[in-house]
């Protein structure tokens, strides 16, 4: 099952409860490129509610998997004096994103 979609827009941010979520992304070249799977305790959907961006993956449920879901009013009330920690730990998508074109 499709949890989100590359292009689309973000309203919720997710945190991963249990199982495993595939991440498949669409570069500028038209290529869809695998990234490293999601797993308990990741999150995603933070980028497009920082930047008010789309969706810059597309999420792949493998198997059975739990997410709780928040909504992007909540995101700001809940984590608005830790935004900026989960700025900096975006700039890690950008290194990870270079490991897999080697």
Do not use: W
């Amino acid at each position: 099952e499709t949890i989100v979609r590359q292009g689309d827009p973000g309203e919720d941010f997710f945190l991963i409860e249990q199982g495993t979520i595939r991440v498949y992304k669409v570069d500028d070249d038209a290529v869809s490129r695998e990234y490293p799977p999601l797993t308990q305790g990741c999150y995603f959907g933070e980028l497009a509610l920082l930047d008010d961006q789309p969706r810059q993956a597309t999420l792949v449920a493998s198997g059975r998997v739990k997410c709780a879901r928040m909504s992007k009013d909540a995101f700001d009330r809940l984590l608005g004096p830790v935004i900026n920690i989960i700025r900096r730990e975006a700039s890690n998508y950008s290194h990870i994103q270079s490991l897999s074109k080697a």
